[in-house]
């Protein structure tokens, strides 16, 4: 399954990438977040291994990351591995004038056991979740 999301962000480019690359702000954007932990490699650079720690309806789930490529302030690509399956992200950010950003999410999911059948018919549910982290990204850089 893979999709592509955008929208854009009424702030300077600097300002944006400030915020997204603090690990102290994931909090104000990422619904659910208990916790982040580096695990190894330099952090924001290739390589660089955290875990993540979601409460979502009642139950602790950890998402492992690491990061595939770094090009900021124009691209990130993410690998994320949970027990829901495997997944690629990559963020693109494009100054269209001094105040704005588009946001590109490209976001690939190759799912295991029972979510590869349940993924067909999710599709929708992992695209809003994308989305709503996107804007709630949006609002934090903006207010």
Known sequence: MQYTLTNTINKPLE???EKFKDPDGLKH???GLQ???HISGTPGEVGAKSD???LHKNK???ISETILEQNLPHQIKFAYQSPMGNNEVEVLFEKLTDNSVKQTNNTYFELKGMMKVMGFFMKGMFKKQTLKFMTSFKNYVEQ
């Open 15 to 17: 300002e944006v990438i």
């Open 52 to 54: 993540f720690y979601f």
């Open 60 to 62: 602790e789930m950890k």
């Open 29 to 31: 954007w990422m619904e």
């Open 35 to 37: 916790k982040y932990e």
